[in-house]
């Protein structure tokens, strides 16, 4: 046994750039925890892993973890990971993305990856806000909460992120917070191990500046109001709406089996041309 | 053992508010940085659940399984 004094999830990180950019207790840093514990479960190998992210906070998570990746434009992560997707299909592709980057400038990518079932993994950190460009209200900003372009609260309504890629066609799709680590890691391992577009919301804590916009100024009173707030799927399916307004849903909402995406791409060419596609994985292996 | 690396540790003391067992304190000294680092007082309370290091945004905990006295 190698006797070190480091987390357990040093041995995935690039050490020489740590510490981390992020604000001290942002939630980032505690959903790629998660993601390094989903992964162990799920018994699967960081070397045939590739990230892809866009813009924002939660996108430069990719940077600190000692496998491939690919930091991209804002919005178009699931695009070059579609990309990748279909050039290696027995690679497992992940996402990082954030609200923003995934519901705003990135919906569309997102709502047609899903519809398509592409084998991806979305990890989306829905800390309701634009983190990294100082506090604007984004696409799943709650009704009347504020932010540095709504001085008055948002009067918009918001997207609730699983309904939106339920409905587009995601066959697996949860969502938990950074108060429900274990809950988190235990989705993301059945994300990873799903054949098929699987989505996680990690509802995360920039107290920076949602926090700050809306009287949570420390994160661990963000942290407090997941706490309070959060009610599981189960229990929310036997509720109002009226009790529910506010609320945040958490558990598992979509985990069924479809047709996807590459593997029906690979049958198709097999089917037309007589035989298994090797075009684009023998353009990285040289001679 | 609990190992807290004070080089990586920002101070938001999440891992004092979450531990069930309330192994970590407040420090009254600020280091370097300007930073109260959480102390891991009570350490014989601890279960070894981990989730401190689960939940520390800069991996900075390290819960140890054998406690060698
Ligand atoms: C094409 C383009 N438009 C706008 C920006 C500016 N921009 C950078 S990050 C960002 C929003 C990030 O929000 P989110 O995805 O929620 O990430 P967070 O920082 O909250 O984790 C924006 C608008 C950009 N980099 N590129
Ligand atoms: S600005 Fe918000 S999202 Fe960005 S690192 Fe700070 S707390 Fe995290
Ligand atoms: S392992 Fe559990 S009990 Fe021990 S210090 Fe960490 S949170 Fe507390
Ligand atoms: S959770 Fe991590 S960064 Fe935060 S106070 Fe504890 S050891 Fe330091
Ligand atoms: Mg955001």
């Known amino acids: 046994m190698e006797e070190t004094n480091e987390s357990p999830f040093m041995k995935y990180l690039r050490k020489d750039r740590l510490p981390n950019i992020f604000c001290a207790g942002c939630g980032n840093g505690t959903v790629l925890n998660t993601f390094f514990k989903g992964m162990e479960m799920a018994e699967m190998d960081l070397n045939n892993i590739n990230m892809a992210s866009g813009i924002g906070c939660s996108s430069r998570i990719p940077g600190y973890v000692k496998c491939d990746s690919l930091h991209t434009t804002h919005g178009r992560p699931i695009s070059f990971a579609t990309g990748l997707k279909l050039g290696n299909p027995n690679m497992d592709v992940v996402v990082f993305t954030g609200d923003g980057d995934a519901a705003a400038i990135g919906g569309n990518h997102l709502i047609h990856a899903a519809r398509r079932n592409i084998d991806l993994t979305v990890i989306c950190i829905n800390n309701n806000i634009y983190g990294m460009t100082g506090g604007q209200i984004s696409p799943t900003s709650p009704q009347g909460s504020y932010g540095s372009t709504a001085p008055y609260g948002t009067f918009e309504k918001p997207f609730d992120l699983v309904e939106l890629v339920s409905g587009a066609g995601a066959t697996y799709v949860a969502r938990w917070t950074t108060v429900h680590p274990l809950q988190l890691a235990n989705a993301i391992k059945k994300a990873l191990k799903h054949k098929g577009f699987s989505f996680i919301e990690a509802v995360s804590q920039c107290h920076t500046y949602y926090g700050r916009k809306n009287k949570m100024k420390s994160p661990l009173d963000m942290l407090k109001w997941m706490e309070d707030n959060s009610i599981n799927k189960r229990k929310a399916d036997k509720m109002d709406p009226e009790e529910l307004a506010g609320k945040l849903i958490v558990g598992e909402f979509v985990n069924k089996n479809q047709a996807e995406y590459s593997q029906e791409l690979y049958n198709l060419i097999e089917e037309k041309s007589g035989n298994r596609s090797k075009s684009i994985k023998s353009a990285y292996m040289g001679d | ?69």
Not at chain 2, 34 to 58: E, T
């Open chain 2, 1 to 69: 053992m609990i190992k807290l690396d004070p080089n990586l540790c920002k101070g938001c003391n999440i891992c004092m508010e979450f531990c069930p067992k309330q192994v970590y304190e407040q420090s009254k000294t600020l280091d370097r940085k300007g930073v109260h680092i959480p102390i891991p007082k009570n350490q014989d309370k601890c279960s070894k659940c981990d989730l401190c290091a689960l939940m520390c945004p800069d991996q900075a905990i390290k819960v140890e399984e054998d406690d060698e006295q």
